[in-house]
C-alpha cells in the first residue's frame, strides 16, 4: 500500500512539474523588446482582470531587470476605491530565452508560472498591449494615467484582431494629483 502511494505522489508531482512547462505562445507577440527601455511604471489604463485586480482602482505595473536577467515586479493597486489601503503583489519575472524578450513567464506562487505576451508595443514605449495565448487576461498599459480615446479605441480593436472577446473589459480608474508620482498617493 505505501508503493501505491509513494507513486501515487511521483505521479502527481511530476504532472505538477509538466502542467508548470511552457510552451510557444499562440498568440502573437511584438518583434523585439528592448528591457531597459520596458522597465518602469506602468498605468494599468484596461483590463480583462484576474481575481484580484477586477475591482482595481489607480492600478500601477512596475518592472525593474535585475543583474541576473529576471524581472522585479511590483504591482500597486488599491481595491474598490481611491480610499482603499494600498495592495501589493511581487512576482517574478522570467523572460524566455529566444523570444526577444517578448514573452515572459510570471511567478506570482512557486513553482507556478504564468504566460505574459506583450503582443503591442509603440515605438516610443508609451504604450504597450500585454495577452495571453488562452485570451483570458489582458492588459493595456501607459506611462501615462490616461491616454486619448483614439489610443485606446486603437488598443481595443488590437485585441480584437488577437481574437480577444472585449465583453470583460474593465477601465481602471485612475486618478493622480498632478505634482506626484505613483508611490506618493
Not at 515572459?104 to 505576451?117: G, R, T
Request: proline content about 8%.
Amino acid at each position: 500500500m505505501q508503493r501505491r502511494n509513494l507513486f501515487s505522489v511521483i505521479v502527481g508531482a511530476c504532472a505538477m512539474l509538466a502542467g508548470c512547462a511552457h510552451s510557444p505562445p499562440t498568440i502573437a507577440p511584438v518583434k523585439k523588446v528592448e528591457l531597459e527601455r520596458f522597465m518602469g511604471d506602468w498605468y494599468v489604463i484596461a483590463h480583462i482582470p484576474s481575481r484580484p485586480e477586477r475591482d482595481a482602482y489607480n492600478a500601477i505595473e512596475s518592472y525593474a531587470l535585475k543583474p541576473d536577467g529576471k524581472i522585479q515586479t511590483t504591482f500597486q493597486y488599491r481595491n474598490g476605491s481611491f480610499d482603499a489601503p494600498l495592495k501589493t503583489m511581487r512576482p517574478k519575472g522570467f523572460v524566455r530565452p529566444g523570444t526577444q524578450n517578448a514573452v515572459w513567464d510570471m511567478q506570482f506562487v512557486w513553482p507556478i508560472k504564468a504566460e505574459y505576451v506583450i503582443v503591442d508595443l509603440d515605438p516610443s514605449y508609451s504604450l504597450t498591449i500585454v495577452g495571453r495565448s488562452k485570451r483570458d487576461y489582458a492588459w493595456i498599459m501607459a506611462r501615462t494615467p490616461t491616454i486619448t480615446d483614439t489610443d485606446y479605441q486603437a488598443a481595443l480593436a488590437r485585441l480584437r484582431a488577437l481574437g480577444y472577446s472585449l465583453e470583460g473589459i474593465r477601465r481602471v480608474p485612475q486618478e493622480w494629483p498632478e505634482a506626484s508620482g505613483p508611490r506618493a498617493k
